[in-house]
């Protein structure tokens, strides 16, 4: 089509326009769409906005319409004939229709726009009305709700404008706390479809074990392990003397217990589910950890992760010395690996995801454009970005949009 061939747009009505809204209500079967516009098509109408839903097998599908010239119709009132033609058809159809008059379209959106994912299990009547006016209490205005899933939660977006992300994350965090519910709000708009990196710790976050707790299980120390990883985990200990007064306790291990621990951990439930939508998806994902390559590297194979970084247990004649090797992921390390693997993948910081548990992910989880803190210690749940406190690591698909259909789509997926 030539330039001179292109018809002048009159799809967007100003505010003086006169247009319908027609509501539609009832059982859903096909051709309910396509009969409704049929309908409207004697009238030479043109299409403003549609919107369709089904619940429960019943739909609601509101169309907006410009008003039809006055020309058209048999009965001299082009609206009046509009109006009995598509109650006629909505009963033939066993339909509810209601046809409101008005001018224009929707009030322009409000500036400042955020998605608010809300996961309960279950959700309740008590905890979406709080939600919904502790966004209301910011100025934000719910333009849009839709479920994104119903397995392993219950997982609903709110679509807000109005509202800057900040102040949405300050009201519904404590919020959420308070309801026991996860609530997560992050910036609308292309950013939140771009390619993105998701960074995960390991320990307690990726697999449901503390490998260091394995291997310590194997030395017979493993009491004394777990209260100096606790300890160091609620951020009462310096992590890197935290680390090698545990591996010092290793010291003299045979080597074949690397390949037992291998086959101890347990990976989170989820986790799978989790990394292969992403990898579909086209995310890049890797983990970082404070434990050690002789765990990570296994996972990196196994998952297909694109990056694996922790510390390494030496090994010498067959015998772990007791000492680690190479420089050591702490809490600062955790935060220069995410900038190191988002240069990497190209991925600016503000697309990246990084999700962990423990104290020494708060560098981590503050430096990502979102930080998931996963069934955490207070203190790191109180600092992130957004927490999740479900069992389920495939629930931050959630958080990033992903709906259960598209993560089922991602395992039938063939290639
Ligand atoms: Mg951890």
Redesign the pocket.
């Known amino acids: 089509m030539s330039a001179s061939q292109i018809p002048p747009a009159t799809a967007v009505p100003g505010d003086d326009v006169p247009t319908l809204l027609v509501k539609i209500f009832g059982k859903d079967r096909p051709g309910i769409t396509a009969g409704l516009f049929e309908t409207l098509a004697a009238y030479s109408v043109d299409v403003v906005d549609i919107e369709q839903v089904v619940t429960r097998g019943r739909i609601t599908l509101c169309a907006l319409v410009t008003a039809p010239s006055p020309g058209q119709g048999s009965t001299g009132s082009a609206e009046g004939d509009l109006r009995a033609t598509v109650h006629n058809w909505a009963e033939s159809m066993n339909l509810q229709a209601e046809i409101i008059s008005g001018r224009g379209d929707n009030r322009p959106r409000g500036t400042g726009r955020s998605h608010v994912t809300v996961l309960g299990h279950p959700l309740t009547a008590e905890t979406t009305a709080a939600i919904a006016a502790a966004i209301t209490a910011t100025g934000g205005n719910i333009d849009r709700i839709f479920r994104l899933a119903k397995y392993p939660v219950t997982a609903v977006e709110f679509a807000v404008s109005g509202a800057e992300t900040a102040s949405l994350r300050s009201v519904l965090a404590p919020e959420a706390a308070q309801l026991g519910v996860d609530v997560a709000v992050v910036a609308a708009g292309l950013q939140r479809r771009a390619q993105r990196l998701v960074v995960m710790?390991?320990?307690?976050?990726l697999i449901q074990d503390?490998v260091i707790e394995l291997f310590a299980a194997h030395a017979g120390c493993e009491a004394e392990v777990a209260e100096v990883t606790a300890a160091a985990?609620r951020g009462e200990l310096d992590f890197e003397q935290s680390l090698h007064a545990r591996v010092e306790l290793l010291g003299g291990l045979d080597a074949s217990v690397v390949e037992a621990v291998r086959k101890e951990v347990r990976l989170t439930p989820g986790a799978r589910t989790l990394v292969r939508t992403l990898k579909r998806l086209g995310y890049q994902v890797g983990v970082v950890s404070?434990g050690f390559t002789q765990v990570t590297d296994a996972l990196q194979e196994e998952l297909g992760l694109d990056f694996a970084s922790a510390n390494t247990l030496e090994i010498v004649d067959g015998k772990l010395t007791g000492r680690v090797t190479g420089d050591i992921v702490d809490r600062a390390g955790k935060a220069r690996l995410l900038r190191s693997f988002a240069q990497q993948a190209g991925v600016p910081l503000a697309q990246t995801v990084a999700i962990?548990?423990?104290a020494?992910?708060l560098d981590m989880l503050n430096t990502a454009g979102l930080g998931v803190a996963f069934n955490a210690k207070p203190v790191v749940r109180e600092a992130a970005h957004t927490a999740v406190n479900v069992p389920f690591l495939d629930t931050v698909l959630y958080l990033l949009g992903i709906t259960r259909e598209e993560v089922e789509a991602a395992e039938t997926h063939v290639g």
Request: negative net charge.
């Open positions: 710790d390991v320990d307690s976050t503390e985990m404070g962990g548990d423990g020494n992910d």
